[in-house]
């Protein structure tokens, strides 16, 4: 395992490849909202406040007037124009992890108008059905198909965004009712979206953002168990490579964490350590039959994933549990668990001082 000292090393690393503008960037040099927001919830969690809210500034600075984001920006400049939902969607999440890591009222408020044209363009896109189409192109039209781990995703974001708008006394019920819509679509309707199963992620993100959970949940991480998961090493991207990721596996973590197995979860999430860098930030992927980092990158997403996941095993920040109480219900024992649902929603006393 890693120490509380590790876990802030590798947020630093984060902080350290981010842009002078305020974006998190790709290796490859791009910015996106989802990926983006997710390391600004890593920083946030290791007390790094400055670069989360410059990271923040940036996502206000850049959202369009339909309330989503470019799919990729390049030196602040657009490079894909289209706009994808679960990019927008994942703003409210991080809003939301931000006040319960933070309780900083007045960061919450000034964010709420760029939540609310985020999460009403996401559910402008939602099917008849209860899909959610993964985005709107440069010309406006919508896509004519979902995916699965993007409607996974989504359905976080939406709950995340109920519980933000409650918080502060706005409340959105079509946000509400467009979650239980795409919760029952993610449950019983596997062909409103397409197949996408060679990857891992269309595996275990239902469990992940909070649309299944229960005895489904348990039974849909069995069935692919063995067909992702690489004892000593993590779990594959993709089905039908020899290929361990950081990133996905210490998700799969967070998703196990949600449903309460923590001895796989913490097994698990030792397993990936070996992609550390002595710098704490972390190699994306190993190809495990030629024995090389695939691809030869360190990705500030894959750091992110690392800290998350920490802070939702070791409870080193005060949003710990927001993969468990994604649908706004502790799925465990608050004494248990002891994640901030567990206080109905209140941060614990001096919640601002505990974090790393």
């Given at each position: 395992m890693i120490?509380?000292?590790?876990?802030?090393?590798?947020?630093?690393?984060?902080?350290?490849?981010?842009?002078?503008?305020?974006?998190?960037?790709?290796?490859?040099?791009?910015v996106d909202a989802w990926n983006h927001v997710e390391c600004l919830m890593a920083m946030s969690v290791a007390g790094l406040r400055e670069p989360v809210r410059r990271g923040y500034a940036w996502l206000a600075r850049h959202q369009r007037d339909d309330g989503s984001w470019p799919m990729k920006l390049i030196d602040g400049a657009p490079a894909e124009r289209g706009g994808e939902t679960n990019h927008a969607a994942y703003v409210a999440a991080g809003i939301w992890h931000h006040h319960l890591v933070t309780g900083d009222q007045r960061f919450t408020e000034e964010s709420w108008p760029m939540v609310k044209a985020a999460l009403d363009f996401v559910v402008d896109m939602q099917t008849e059905r209860g899909e959610i189409v993964?985005?709107?192109?440069?010309?406006?039209?919508?896509?004519?198909?979902?995916?699965l781990t993007g409607c996974s995703s989504i359905h976080q974001g939406l709950r995340c965004g109920v519980r933000l708008a409650d918080h502060l006394g706005d409340p959105q019920p079509h946000w509400e009712l467009a979650a239980d819509r795409l919760a029952h679509v993610l449950n019983d309707h596997p062909e409103a979206f397409a197949d996408k199963s060679r990857f891992s992620m269309d595996w275990y993100y239902p469990v992940l953002g909070g649309a299944v959970r229960g005895r489904r949940a348990a039974e849909l991480l069995e069935r692919e168990w063995d067909t992702f998961v690489v004892p000593g090493l993590g779990i594959r991207c993709v089905s039908d490579q020899p290929w361990v990721t950081g990133a996905e596996t210490c998700e799969l973590v967070l998703a196990l964490d949600a449903v309460g197995d923590r001895e796989r979860a913490l097994a698990l999430f030792a397993d990936m350590q070996h992609l550390r860098h002595e710098d704490g930030s972390y190699w994306t992927g190993w190809q495990f039959v030629n024995r090389r980092h695939f691809p030869h990158e360190r990705s500030g997403y894959t750091a992110a994933a690392v800290v998350l996941a920490a802070d939702a095993l070791f409870g080193y920040s005060p949003g710990s549990g927001l993969f468990r109480d994604v649908d706004g219900a502790c799925v465990s024992d608050p004494d248990v668990c002891g994640c901030a649902a567990g206080t109905g929603g209140r941060l614990p006393p001096n919640a601002a001082d505990e974090i790393l």
């Open positions: 120490s509380r000292e590790q876990v802030a090393r590798t947020a630093e690393s984060i902080a350290a490849i981010q842009q002078e503008d305020g974006g998190v960037p790709w290796p490859e040099g791009h993964w985005e709107r192109d440069a010309e406006g039209t919508p896509a004519t198909y979902a995916l």
